[in-house]
């Protein structure tokens, strides 16, 4: 990688018993110009599984995640497996001048065979892809796995300046059967965790945990940043169905948790994904200029697509438990998604200027789960909203936490978005489609299920959303081009919603749509709390 030199990293990589422990103390970068980090894939006239990663800047972290079909199978029997990544930067820039291309991974194509691949694509400072499996079976007999993921910035730049060409993700294309996930992330401490994709668990007296944890104290002083967007481009299939997670995040403290495309059953066991995010950081007489996060899917020309499409920017915007087309069979079992986040940080005399959220859908030859995402401004919710999937649970129980806590501040800032955007693709068969597009000041899209099927028999299924905004508008400018949320068409069955939310504090929250119950001495219930004591002074919205 050219400019190579310019970058001191001291990382520790210790092997223990039954794990891997990945602990990173810092990056210190210096200042000057880097043609930017690139990571290529080849092709393959037959099967392609692959893994290419790209970073650039300070303390990116890509952590446990597995890619590739059988050959990543897990099988224990009364054993542990525990992966922990750990990062905390405390580094220091001060008059420096960092100038790169951004970070590039490209996926090559497989031209009659599968493709297996992960492409990641990471810039900026502390951001987190982690315990990502991708294609990979894991099979526990009274054993437990667990995949922690710890991200901790207290980070400083002062009197700097950072121009960079965004991070890219593109995914190959595959001849037969594509399995692809394409995660570009830039800003300041952006997380992509414990989202599995087309992973198989079967769990009998067993345990899985999948912990996200990340606290952003970072301060920027005198600081301007540009970029072009952050931007994940999904490969298609041609003749075999398409799997597919596309993220693309930017900004501050975005998180993309725990939303699966797999298969789970639990026998006496546990499932659960925490995800937990607080944002106490500071920007002082900054501007940011970015043009946009943008996550495109591709299309399948021949049979079913399975897709999530999240693009995030701004701050602190939580994508956390939305599981695409996934079935969870229980007997004595236990599945959870917690989502916790409080936003504390601080702008003053700040500029940010962005190009808006995207998120488009491909298409699909048959039938088509999908999911679109985008989500720009300050603490959006999306959560615990299930498409397509099936719920068989059997004495057993499923459960959706979602907290959210927003006592920000902005204190003399101009902030301009081009609108958050989510577009869903066309099916030539069924379609089961969900389009969230949220901009504002936490907006709310929770516990809404789509085309899912829930069977209890002495079981309980309980949804809990709580929002509560206290942030404060100071002297402040706030100049948007709108949220915009289209569906795509289906030749069969269309099973859809299209939500767009923009402002202060929107709540979607327990809307079921196309939802099938059985239930037997069982209790479904869901729980939508939104407190606003918000404040606005001397402020502009347009």
Same mark, same amino acid.
């Given at each position: 990688?050219?400019?190579? %030199?310019?970058?001191?990293?001291?990382?520790?990589?210790?092997?223990?018993?039954?794990?891997? +422990?990945?602990?990173?103390?810092?990056?210190?970068?210096?200042?000057?110009?880097?043609?930017?980090?690139?990571?290529?894939?080849? #092709?393959?006239?037959?099967?392609?599984?692959?893994?290419?990663?790209?970073?650039?800047?300070?303390?990116?972290?890509?952590?446990?995640?597995?890619?590739?079909?059988? %050959?990543?199978?897990?099988?224990?029997?009364?054993?542990?497996?525990?992966?922990?990544?750990?990062?905390?930067?405390?580094?220091?820039?001060?008059? #420096?001048?960092?100038?790169?291309?951004?970070?590039?991974?490209?996926?090559?194509?497989?031209?009659?065979?599968? +493709?297996?691949?992960?492409?990641?694509?990471?810039?900026? %400072?502390?951001?987190?892809?982690?315990?990502?499996?991708?294609?990979?079976?894991? @099979?526990?007999?009274?054993?437990? #796995?667990?995949?922690?993921?710890?991200?901790?910035?207290?980070?400083?730049?002062?009197?700097?300046? #950072?121009?960079?060409?965004?991070?890219?993700?593109?995914?190959?294309?595959?001849?037969?059967?594509?399995?692809?996930?394409? @995660?570009?992330?830039?800003? %300041?401490?952006?997380?992509?965790?414990?989202?599995?994709?087309?992973?198989?668990?079967?769990?009998?007296?067993?345990?899985?945990?999948?912990?996200?944890?990340?606290?952003?104290?970072?301060?920027?002083?005198?600081? +301007?940043?540009?970029?072009?967007?952050?931007?994940?481009?999904?490969?298609?299939?041609?003749?075999?169905?398409?799997?597919?997670?596309?993220?693309?995040?930017?900004?501050?403290?975005?998180?993309?948790?725990?939303?699966?495309?797999?298969?789970?059953?639990?026998?006496?066991?546990?499932?659960?994904?925490?995800?937990?995010?607080?944002?106490?950081?500071?920007?002082?007489?900054?501007?940011?200029?970015?043009?946009?996060?943008?996550?495109?899917?591709?299309?399948?020309?021949?049979?079913?697509?399975?897709?999530?499409?999240?693009?995030?920017?701004?701050?602190?915007?939580?994508?956390?438990?939305?599981?695409?087309?996934?079935?969870?069979?229980?007997?004595?079992?236990?599945?959870?998604?917690?989502?916790?986040?409080?936003?504390?940080?601080?702008?003053?005399?700040?500029?940010?200027?962005?190009?808006?959220?995207?998120?488009?859908?491909?298409?699909?030859?048959?039938?088509?789960?999908?999911?679109?995402?985008?989500?720009?401004?300050?603490?959006?919710?999306?959560?615990?909203?299930?498409?397509?999937?099936?719920?068989?649970?059997?004495?057993?129980?499923?459960?959706?936490?979602?907290?959210?806590?927003?006592?920000?501040?902005?204190?003399? *800032?101009?902030?301009?978005?081009?609108?958050?955007?989510?577009?869903?693709?066309?099916?030539?068969?069924?379609?089961?489609?969900?389009? *969230?597009?949220?901009?504002?000041?936490?907006?709310?899209?929770?516990?809404?299920?789509?085309?899912?099927?829930?069977?209890?028999?002495?079981?309980?299924?309980?949804?809990?959303?709580?929002?509560?905004?206290?942030?404060?508008?100071?002297?402040?400018?706030?100049?948007?081009?709108?949220?915009?949320?289209?569906?795509?068409?289906?030749?069969?069955?269309?099973t859809q919603q299209n939500t767009a939310q923009e402002g202060r504090q929107n709540n979607s929250c327990g809307n079921p749509n196309g939802l099938s119950i059985t239930a037997s001495g069982s209790r479904n219930s869901s729980q939508c709390e939104a407190v606003d004591e918000s404040t606005n002074v001397g402020t502009l919205t347009r």
């Open positions: 990688m050219r400019g190579e %030199r310019k970058v001191r990293v001291a990382t520790l990589v210790a092997l223990t018993a039954g794990g891997m +422990v990945c602990v990173g103390p810092g990056v210190a970068f210096a200042g000057g110009q880097d043609g930017g980090a690139s990571a290529n894939g080849g #092709t393959a006239l037959a099967e392609a599984v692959q893994q290419n990663t790209a970073q650039a800047h300070r303390q990116n972290n890509s952590c446990a995640d597995g890619n590739g079909l059988l %050959r990543g199978a897990t099988t224990l029997m009364g054993g542990r497996a525990q992966t922990r990544c750990v990062t905390g930067d405390a580094s220091l820039n001060k008059r #420096t001048l960092t100038e790169g291309g951004g970070a590039n991974a490209n996926g090559g194509s497989a031209t009659v065979g599968t +493709v297996n691949q992960q492409n990641t694509a990471q810039k900026g %400072r502390q951001n987190n892809s982690c315990g990502n499996p991708n294609d990979t079976p894991i @099979t526990l007999m009274g054993a437990n #796995t667990e995949n922690h993921c710890v991200g901790l910035d207290g980070s400083t730049n002062e009197d700097t300046v #950072t121009r960079s060409g965004g991070a890219n993700a593109n995914g190959g294309s595959g001849g037969a059967f594509l399995d692809q996930q394409n @995660t570009a992330q830039d800003g %300041r401490q952006n997380n992509n965790c414990a989202d599995i994709d087309t992973a198989f668990l079967n769990l009998t007296g067993a345990e899985t945990d999948g912990r996200c944890v990340d606290q952003d104290s970072s301060v920027n002083r005198h600081v +301007v940043t540009t970029g072009k967007g952050a931007t994940a481009n999904g490969g298609s299939g041609s003749a075999a169905g398409l799997v597919q997670q596309n993220t693309a995040q930017e900004g501050r403290q975005n998180n993309n948790c725990a939303d699966p495309i797999a298969g789970v059953v639990l026998t006496g066991s546990q499932a659960e994904g925490r995800c937990v995010n607080r944002d106490g950081s500071v920007n002082e007489n900054g501007v940011v200029k970015g043009g946009g996060a943008t996550a495109d899917g591709g299309s399948s020309l021949d049979d079913d697509l399975l897709q999530q499409n999240t693009a995030q920017e701004g701050r602190q915007n939580n994508n956390c438990a939305n599981p695409n087309n996934s079935g969870i069979n229980g007997s004595g079992g236990s599945a959870r998604g917690h989502c916790a986040n409080h936003d504390g940080s601080l702008n003053r005399d700040t500029v940010v200027k962005g190009g808006g959220a995207e998120a488009n859908g491909g298409s699909g030859g048959g039938f088509t789960p999908q999911q679109n995402t985008a989500q720009e401004g300050r603490q959006n919710n999306n959560c615990a909203n299930l498409n397509g999937s099936e719920l068989d649970l059997i004495g057993a129980s499923a459960q959706a936490d979602c907290t959210n806590h927003d006592g920000s501040l902005n204190q003399g *800032t101009l902030v301009k978005g081009g609108g958050a955007e989510a577009n869903g693709g066309s099916a030539g068969g069924s379609l089961s489609q969900q389009n *969230t597009a949220q901009e504002g000041r936490q907006n709310n899209n929770c516990a809404n299920p789509n085309n899912t099927t829930l069977a209890l028999t002495g079981a309980s299924s309980k949804n809990r959303c709580a929002t509560d905004d206290r942030s404060a508008n100071v002297d402040s400018a706030d100049i948007g081009g709108g949220a915009e949320a289209n569906g795509g068409s289906g030749l069969l069955d269309l």
